[in-house]
């Protein structure tokens, strides 16, 4: 009956939507050509009239020349050296913003720090139980693998698909697999704290020595390069490493916690 | 009404809109805490394929540069893709901070279902006020 009751709710809802969002939809359509009757949500759907189209070709400061400029690989001289334009964006455009990002994931973690302060400790992992001779052998030759795996993702970030966050990510699952093959293996989380902070501060270290160089906050301060290199598109590169230091060490913390090891 | 212009309607607005509102059946009818959660989860991955949607190009390549790139290839807008790697990084907070919280409630009440710990939560009060009394 209450399974009932939300689905006639949910129903209602979704009729609500559909007759005042299907203005939303005009307003994707209402600019495009009504003769053609392609693909209306995209067809006006073009990168050049966006903010974004300054960081597609590179070149902020001439933007209603965007059209006539080009970049391609391995060439160099512009404002932001990442052959990744996601990255472009997320540490260059808005590195303000991924500091405030860091900043909420360590709040997270400092609150499951101070509710683990309250714990009982009424269920704690045995230590009897062994893990599998599979996973107790496979972990130790894999570890490393995924270690090296997580840092090029994070040192890559400026060229490929991925970057701290996503490294970081992956150096954490390496770190909990570590955790479930050795039950008795224990940890201090005030390690991962130091990381933690060291990176973070780092992060805002940068951003003031731009201050000293540019003139404002988190400015890309350095040569950018040649678009494709590793050694590439200024602080950027560096940044994505701190955050990816910082993430990692989050949320392997993060995993001992919930992991009752102290 | 092209069968491409169905496919991509499905694809940026019905297809998301759908999972946000799994996400929000589950939320409404399961008791369990940890469904509960996993809901929310639902509902913020509809919420990030929609931003990633709208910014699809048509025929558009991922926005990176690469060797042997001609000028023919198009980029989709890549401002929402970042937009939705700090949401995700977000929710990953969220849910982590709440799931440490359900474990919390369940060393305190021995339950995950709402319900019972509504019931154990109004017999501690009433106990307690008899104390007082």
Redesign the interface.
Known sequence: MKKLVTILVLLTILIFLIINLSDLQNYFVKNSNISNPGLLLYDKNNVDNKVSAGYIYKNVDKWPDVQKQTVSYGTSGYVEGSANIVTSIVVGFRAFDTMGEITVLFIAIAGVAALFGLSKKEFEISEEIEPNFVLRNASKFLLPLIILFGLYIIIHGHLSPGGGFQGGSVIATGVLMFYLSFVSFKENPLKYTFIETLSGFSYIFIGLLSIIFMGFFLGNFLKTGTIGNIISAGIIPILYFFIGLKVSAELSSTLLYFLDKE | ??L??IV??WM??WGP?TIV?IG??GI??QKNLLKILISIDVMDLGVNLYIVG?????N?I????????T?NN??????P??LV??A???S???T??S???V??LY?RYNSLDISSIYDKENTFSNNNNEDDV
Do not use: H
């Not at chain 2, 709208?54 to 048509?58: A, L, M, R």
């Not at chain 2, 991922?62 to 790139?69: E, N, R, S, V, Y």
């Open positions: 009404m092209s491409e212009y991509a309607n940026v607005f809109l509102f929000l059946y409404l009818t709208v910014g699809y190009v048509k558009g991922a926005p990176i540069l690469t060797k042997g790139m000028s198009i980029f989709v807008d890549p401002l893709q970042a790697l700090t995700i990084v977000i990953l907070a969220v982590a901070f799931l440490f919280l474990i919390k060393e």
